[in-house]
């Protein structure tokens, strides 16, 4: 037994390193193709990106070591203390960060720089983990609710001060843990409806919306009174104080959108929905991206030949466009197969999650999984123009070592519980 | 759904909704089509050969190349600069210069185009070492036509930038490029132009020009134009020119051994040098609006008069072959003859043989109509219907070359009119015609039409005793033969034995002490021709002549037409000779006739008929 227990990598679940690498793989692949330039150099280089993002991958071995050599113990032990360095080398940037881009997301250690936010996340789980899984812990009452909305909360609120609200849109993903976890289905039902009725009314107006509703909710009335008049006769005080109450959403997203949100806001909104059509300035990313990855057709054109990526098109694209480059390079065949690797990866992560007897290494695996979900949603979403503009990385594809050691920490970490599933501690 | 079923769902349901959109994009989606996405990743640049040159049959050069430079703007790149100062280097005002600029933005911010077309040496050497200060605009060097022999601008025709719908016709061409849209230019542009390298240079999106895209291997080099002779002999057709100086007509001269065009003179002409750099379109529109002289008209090869007389020789022709003549058979004249029973139906005749036996030998040198309208009769009344004689006396015509387009290397023609049985046939529905109705054609009148090459083309082919080659400008293409069809003889219906009585009756047209043209008579050269004045009711009769010499071995093949030239013997003869002569020995033996020709003018007929004209529409 014990010699079992010395070696960290008893119970690895093989399966899901396999993925890890085989994605960052291919994502290496992408970047090199998006930044190689004229003058060939070679692959291990710091003056390219490519050879930047090799060093980094290497680098992620040790660190996966360095995570395995902790007993799955410590991460839910110090759960709390991890969740709380994380929020304050947040809070230290507005100290002591460096601004790039107008956001200042950075420590600046001279030859590299790191992203807090990128680890904030594992924490987040960590904590949200250790959360749920006390034995008080009931997702029914309104006090349990409050505490694990402030988990997500404060790195949220620390991330979007940066300014950085691509990133800290990720931590909604959580609501599929706490919806999982026994959060009543109506928080989700009314967050879908809120977002269905807010894309509607900036599509069609918030006077067509109105109309168009008040006739839905007259044909849900009409259902209940023939079919269900029991509920009926209960319910349809109910049915009317929700239309009143969506009205009210209507009217509120139509002044927002119109008042409150700033024109590149807009932009970016009236662009996904077609609206606006000015592909040389406000819509300049999302048009070439997307004229990209069509131009690729369905065999693509093939390592090093898209002549889009080599003539550096697309904005960010060995960082947030790098499915772009998949897109024209490798085509449908090839933008199709990560899809369908990203879609095995997370189903094995649930998958996972599942099994494990612990609260703690369930919640922890399910969070990843909707993280990792929800980047991979919101960025291929983004790229292939069915999502507004919201800059946040492709896990394991996008260039830039702190995205990879944090999706690489939180990944690594859940590995690592996992390996402990048939030892109770 | 249970609940932890809820990600796993979404999660494949959001896998397959982006397939299907990358499949929509990617596979289906044809409005990301490959050409634009390329145009703007890739910078297609030109590399434009040197246009082949243009030389006589004597190695003249008829045509060269010079340089020109086009002033090309980048909307995009433009920064504030003096417009002042850059207006006044160009030539432009400054209305100009917004028009022009506004023009280039409208056509694209990023996309060169041009500014100001063809500056001179001149203005180029002084902007050029200013081009510095005016950021966005460029010089790009263009090669242009040069004529140093101010002569047939109608034979070797002009370069003009080409329009969509040549574009369209020819994906080769670009906006802005040059294509030969007339003359020699036009029919040989494959030829002249050669082939344009094409560069393919790789682009980022700040249009940055990165490097060749893909290494170049789509990069093909430029292949030079061909230099082309034409058949022309410059000498003679300068001569031409003089000669029909202040006189409108054309003259067309053919080798009969090969059909190869030795002079097609069109007048008026002008200077071919007109037609280029950066007066050409103010030049051609002013060449084209001139409705009355008509300088862009090519006479010698569009104009379609009666051809009169000289049809005299074609008639004799079919009517021996049809055997409705011998050169035996006569007629005799009374002043005309006379075709119906009307008091009208007389055609006047002023052979002056009043009485006389007139046979075909006589017929010819003093061209008395009444032989032929009796010729022309017999062969029309041979056949059961006139209907068949109509078409058998046009099948004749027509393998003559007569009545239809020559098919040859001339970027312009017109098919003259023979007419057949049908043609009649539709003006008479109810079949009511005879030979007598249609009896002018006989001499070159009535419906009858035919252009100078036509007639020209026909007295090469008496000239050969019964075929011809088509005629044809171009001579050699460097590194290519000429086309087959030209070196190919085409065979008349007409024997060769019935030649050489009419080729007689032509010799004794200068030969007879009474032929019509015996004062034409040139001493050392054996001379056949025949006088023409074709009725014109728009105003006085045209003159005109066909010839060839010697009459053995025949070297030269010419049809003279000058417009309002009164008779035959008047103008068109005496320019005949001269150019046979010239051609001939190089320099004439009747200085006071060449004196004439050079100096006479019908300008005062033709003020008089715009008069006319003016008065009629006022």
């Given at each position: 037994?014990?010699?079992?227990?010395?070696?960290?990598?008893?119970?690895?679940?093989?399966?899901?390193?396999?993925?890890?690498?085989?994605l960052?793989?291919i994502g290496?692949?992408n970047i090199?193709s998006a930044t190689?330039?004229?003058?060939?150099?070679?692959?291990?280089?710091?003056?390219?990106?490519?050879?930047?993002?090799?060093?980094?991958?290497?680098?992620?071995?040790?660190?996966?070591?360095?995570?395995?050599?902790?007993?799955?113990?410590?991460?839910?032990?110090?759960?709390?203390?991890?969740?709380?360095?994380?929020?304050?080398?947040?809070?230290?940037?507005?100290?002591?960060?460096?601004?790039i881009n107008g956001a200042?997301s950075?420590?600046?250690?001279?030859?590299?720089?790191?992203?807090?936010s990128?680890?904030?996340?594992?924490?987040?789980?960590?904590?949200?983990?250790?959360?749920?899984?006390?034995?008080?812990?009931?997702?029914?009452?309104?006090?349990?609710?409050?505490?694990?909305?402030?988990?997500?909360?404060?790195?949220a609120?620390?991330i979007t001060l940066q300014p950085d609200p691509g990133s800290a849109l990720v931590y909604t993903a959580f609501i599929f843990?706490?919806y999982?976890?026994?959060?009543?289905a109506y928080h989700i039902t009314i967050s879908f409806i809120a977002i269905l009725l807010f894309i509607i009314t900036l599509t069609f107006g918030y006077i067509n919306t109105l109309i168009g509703s008040f006739l839905a909710f007259l044909l849900i009335?009409?259902f209940?009174?023939?079919?269900?008049?029991?509920?009926?006769?209960?319910?349809?005080?109910?049915?009317?104080?929700v239309y009143l109450v969506s009205a009210l959403f209507i009217f509120s997203v139509d002044f927002v959108f119109n008042h409150v949100f700033e024109q590149r806001h807009r932009d970016r909104f009236n662009i996904l929905l077609g609206k606006t059509s000015d592909i040389k300035s406000i819509g300049y990313n999302t048009d070439q991206s997307v004229t990209t990855i069509a131009s690729g057709g369905l065999f693509g054109k093939g390592?090093?030949e898209g002549e889009r990526t080599q003539g550096d098109f697309v904005p960010e694209q060995q960082t947030d466009y790098i499915f772009t480059t998949i897109g024209e390079e490798w085509g449908f065949i090839g933008s199709s197969l990560v899809i369908i690797l990203f879609v095995l990866f997370l189903?094995?992560?649930?998958?996972?999650?599942?099994?494990?007897?612990?609260?703690?290494?369930?919640?922890?695996?399910?969070?990843?999984a909707a993280i990792f979900f929800t980047h991979v949603t919101i960025n291929i979403g983004m790229v292939i123009g069915m999502l507004p503009t919201i800059g946040i990385p492709l896990p394991f594809f996008s260039y830039g070592?702190?995205a990879?050691?944090?999706?690489?920490?939180?990944?690594?970490?859940?590995?690592?519980?996992?390996?402990?599933?048939?030892?109770?501690? | 759904m249970?609940?932890?079923?809820l990600l796993s769902f979404l999660i494949i349901f959001i896998g397959i909704a982006y397939i299907i959109r990358l499949f929509y994009l990617q596979v289906i989606d044809n409005s990301y089509n490959i050409p634009t996405l390329n145009n703007s990743a890739v910078k297609i640049?030109?590399?434009?050969?040197?246009?082949?040159?243009?030389?006589?049959?004597?190695?003249?050069?008829?045509?060269?190349?010079?340089?020109?430079?086009?002033?090309?703007?980048i909307p995009r790149e433009?920064?504030?600069?003096?417009?002042?100062?850059?207006?006044?280097?160009?030539?432009?005002?400054?209305?100009?210069?917004?028009?022009?600029?506004t023009k280039a933005v409208h056509y694209s911010t990023r996309i060169?185009s041009?500014?100001?077309?063809?500056?001179?040496?001149?203005?180029?050497?002084?902007?050029?070492?200013?081009?510095?200060?005016?950021?966005?605009?460029?010089?790009?060097?263009?090669?242009?036509?040069?004529?140093?022999?101010?002569?047939?601008?109608?034979?070797?025709?002009?370069?003009?930038?080409?329009?969509e719908?040549?574009?369209e016709?020819?994906?080769?061409?670009?906006l802005?490029?040059?294509?030969?849209?007339?003359?020699?230019?036009?029919?040989?542009?494959?030829?002249?132009?050669?082939?344009?390298?094409?560069?393919?240079?790789q682009r980022n999106r700040f249009n940055k020009?990165?490097?060749?895209?893909?290494?170049?291997?789509?990069?093909?080099?430029?292949?030079?134009?061909?230099?082309?002779?034409?058949?022309?002999?410059?000498?003679?057709?300068?001569?031409?020119?003089?000669?029909?100086?202040?006189?409108?007509?054309?003259?067309?001269?053919?080798?009969?051994?090969?059909?190869?065009?030795?002079?097609?003179?069109?007048?008026?002409?002008?200077?071919?040098?007109?037609?280029?750099?950066?007066?050409?379109?103010?030049?051609?529109?002013?060449?084209?609006?001139?409705?009355?002289?008509?300088?862009?008209?090519?006479?010698?090869?569009?104009?379609?008069?009666?051809?009169?007389?000289?049809?005299?020789?074609?008639?004799?022709?079919?009517?021996?072959?049809?055997?409705?003549?011998?050169?035996?058979?006569?007629?005799?004249?009374?002043?005309?003859?006379?075709?119906?029973?009307?008091?009208?139906?007389?055609?006047?005749?002023?052979?002056?043989?009043?009485?006389?036996?007139?046979?075909?030998?006589?017929?010819?040198?003093?061209?008395?109509?009444?032989?032929?309208?009796?010729?022309?009769?017999?062969?029309?009344?041979?056949?059961?219907?006139?209907?068949?004689?109509?078409?058998?006396?046009?099948?004749?015509?027509?393998?003559?070359?007569?009545?239809?387009?020559?098919?040859?290397?001339?970027?312009?023609?017109?098919?003259?009119?023979?007419?057949?049985?049908?043609?009649?046939?539709?003006?008479?529905?109810?079949?009511?015609?005879?030979?007598?109705?249609?009896?002018?054609?006989?001499?070159?009148?009535?419906?009858?039409?035919?252009?100078?090459?036509?007639?020209?083309?026909?007295?090469?082919?008496?000239?050969?005793?019964?075929?011809?080659?088509?005629?044809?400008?171009?001579?050699?293409?460097?590194?290519?033969?000429?086309?087959?069809?030209?070196?190919?003889?085409?065979?008349?219906?007409?024997?060769?034995?019935?030649?050489?009585?009419?080729?007689?009756?032509?010799?004794?047209?200068?030969?007879?002490?009474?032929?019509?043209?015996?004062?034409?008579?040139?001493?050392?050269?054996?001379?056949?021709?025949?006088?023409?004045?074709?009725?014109?009711?728009?105003?006085?009769?045209?003159?005109?002549?066909?010839?060839?010499?010697?009459?053995?071995?025949?070297?030269?093949?010419?049809?003279?037409?000058?417009?309002?030239?009164?008779?035959?013997?008047?103008?068109?003869?005496?320019?005949?000779?001269?150019?046979?002569?010239?051609?001939?020995?190089?320099?004439?033996?009747?200085?006071?006739?060449?004196?004439?020709?050079?100096?006479?003018?019908?300008?005062?007929?033709?003020?008089?008929?715009?008069?006319?004209?003016?008065?009629?529409?006022?």
């Amino acid at each position: 037994m014990r010699s079992k227990k010395n070696n960290i990598f008893y119970g690895i679940d093989w399966v899901l390193v396999l993925f890890y690498f085989v994605l960052v793989f291919i994502g290496w692949i992408n970047i090199y193709s998006a930044t190689i330039t004229e003058d060939q150099l070679g692959l291990i280089n710091l003056s390219s990106e490519y050879g930047k993002q090799i060093i980094w991958i290497g680098l992620s071995i040790p660190l996966i070591i360095f995570i395995f050599m902790f007993e799955a113990k410590f991460y839910e032990k110090y759960a709390s203390i991890l969740y709380l360095i994380s929020l304050t080398s947040l809070a230290g940037l507005f100290i002591l960060g460096k601004n790039i881009n107008g956001a200042t997301s950075w420590y600046n250690f001279g030859i590299f720089s790191l992203q807090p936010s990128e680890f904030a996340k594992a924490a987040t789980a960590l904590a949200m983990a250790k959360l749920v899984s006390d034995k008080q812990f009931n997702l029914k009452k309104f006090n349990t609710q409050v505490q694990a909305l402030l988990i997500l909360f404060f790195p949220a609120i620390l991330i979007t001060l940066q300014p950085d609200p691509g990133s800290a849109l990720v931590y909604t993903a959580f609501i599929f843990v706490l919806y999982r976890e026994g959060l009543p289905a109506y928080h989700i039902t009314i967050s879908f409806i809120a977002i269905l009725l807010f894309i509607i009314t900036l599509t069609f107006g918030y006077i067509n919306t109105l109309i168009g509703s008040f006739l839905a909710f007259l044909l849900i009335l009409l259902f209940f009174n023939f079919y269900r008049k029991k509920a009926f006769k209960k319910g349809w005080l109910k049915i009317i104080g929700v239309y009143l109450v969506s009205a009210l959403f209507i009217f509120s997203v139509d002044f927002v959108f119109n008042h409150v949100f700033e024109q590149r806001h807009r932009d970016r909104f009236n662009i996904l929905l077609g609206k606006t059509s000015d592909i040389k300035s406000i819509g300049y990313n999302t048009d070439q991206s997307v004229t990209t990855i069509a131009s690729g057709g369905l065999f693509g054109k093939g390592f090093l030949e898209g002549e889009r990526t080599q003539g550096d098109f697309v904005p960010e694209q060995q960082t947030d466009y790098i499915f772009t480059t998949i897109g024209e390079e490798w085509g449908f065949i090839g933008s199709s197969l990560v899809i369908i690797l990203f879609v095995l990866f997370l189903l094995r992560i649930i998958q996972i999650a599942e099994r494990q007897k612990s609260k703690f290494s369930r919640v922890y695996g399910y969070s990843i999984a909707a993280i990792f979900f929800t980047h991979v949603t919101i960025n291929i979403g983004m790229v292939i123009g069915m999502l507004p503009t919201i800059g946040i990385p492709l896990p394991f594809f996008s260039y830039g070592g702190s995205a990879l050691w944090g999706f690489t920490v939180l990944l690594f970490i859940f590995i690592r519980l996992d390996a402990n599933r048939t030892y109770e501690w | 759904m249970k609940r932890p079923g809820l990600l796993s769902f979404l999660i494949i349901f959001i896998g397959i909704a982006y397939i299907i959109r990358l499949f929509y994009l990617q596979v289906i989606d044809n409005s990301y089509n490959i050409p634009t996405l390329n145009n703007s990743a890739v910078k297609i640049t030109y590399d434009y050969p040197e246009r082949g040159y243009i030389y006589d049959r004597n190695g003249i050069l008829l045509v060269a190349n010079q340089l020109s430079y086009d002033i090309m703007i980048i909307p995009r790149e433009v920064k504030p600069l003096d417009t002042v100062e850059f207006c006044s280097l160009l030539k432009i005002t400054k209305e100009d210069f917004i028009k022009k600029y506004t023009k280039a933005v409208h056509y694209s911010t990023r996309i060169p185009s041009t500014f100001v077309q063809q500056l001179s040496k001149n203005d180029f050497a002084f902007l050029q070492e200013k081009m510095h200060k005016f950021r966005g605009f460029y010089i790009q060097k263009r090669s242009l036509r040069q004529y140093p022999i101010k002569s047939a601008p109608n034979v070797l025709g002009y370069i003009s930038e080409v329009n969509e719908r040549m574009i369209e016709k020819n994906p080769y061409y670009q906006l802005g490029e040059l294509i030969g849209t007339a003359g020699v230019e036009k029919t040989y542009e494959d030829d002249l132009r050669g082939t344009k390298g094409v560069k393919y240079i790789q682009r980022n999106r700040f249009n940055k020009e990165i490097g060749p895209y893909k290494n170049g291997i789509y990069d093909t080099l430029a292949i030079p134009g061909n230099d082309i002779s034409l058949t022309i002999d410059t000498k003679l057709q300068q001569y031409g020119e003089a000669l029909m100086a202040n006189k409108r007509g054309g003259i067309v001269a053919i080798e009969p051994s090969s059909g190869e065009i030795l002079a097609l003179v069109s007048t008026p002409t002008y200077d071919p040098n007109l037609m280029v750099g950066r007066e050409r379109s103010k030049n051609f529109t002013k060449l084209y609006l001139d409705s009355i002289s008509k300088p862009l008209f090519d006479r010698g090869l569009q104009a379609q008069y009666p051809p009169g007389s000289p049809f005299k020789i074609f008639t004799a022709l079919a009517a021996l072959q049809e055997k409705a003549i011998d050169t035996h058979t006569s007629v005799k004249c009374f002043g005309g003859y006379k075709y119906g029973s009307g008091k009208n139906a007389f055609m006047k005749c002023h052979c002056g043989t009043y009485g006389s036996p007139v046979e075909l030998n006589k017929a010819i040198y003093r061209s008395c109509n009444s032989y032929f309208a009796n010729a022309y009769k017999r062969i029309i009344e041979k056949h059961a219907t006139p209907y068949e004689g109509m078409n058998a006396w046009n099948k004749h015509a027509e393998s003559f070359g007569l009545g239809n387009y020559l098919n040859n290397d001339l970027s312009v023609g017109k098919k003259g009119l023979i007419p057949d049985g049908d043609y009649y046939n539709r003006y008479y529905p109810n079949g009511r015609w005879r030979a007598s109705t249609t009896i002018s054609n006989s001499i070159g009148q009535g419906e009858v039409l035919t252009t100078p090459i036509q007639l020209a083309n026909l007295t090469a082919t008496v000239a050969n005793r019964g075929f011809y080659f088509t005629p044809h400008i171009v001579k050699k293409i460097k590194g290519k033969e000429i086309d087959k069809k030209y070196t190919v003889p085409n065979y008349t219906t007409i024997d060769k034995k019935y030649f050489e009585p009419v080729i007689e009756g032509l010799f004794d047209v200068f030969e007879n002490p009474k032929g019509t043209a015996s004062w034409s008579r040139v001493k050392g050269i054996e001379i056949c021709g025949k006088t023409g004045t074709a009725e014109n009711p728009h105003g006085q009769d045209h003159s005109i002549f066909i010839a060839f010499a010697p009459k053995d071995n025949p070297k030269i093949a010419i049809a003279v037409f000058v417009e309002n030239g009164y008779w035959g013997s008047r103008w068109a003869g005496p320019i005949a000779t001269l150019m046979i002569e010239k051609y001939l020995n190089g320099e004439t033996s009747r200085p006071w006739e060449e004196e004439r020709m050079l100096n006479g003018s019908l300008q005062d007929e033709y003020d008089k008929q715009l008069k006319e004209i003016t008065e009629i529409e006022e």
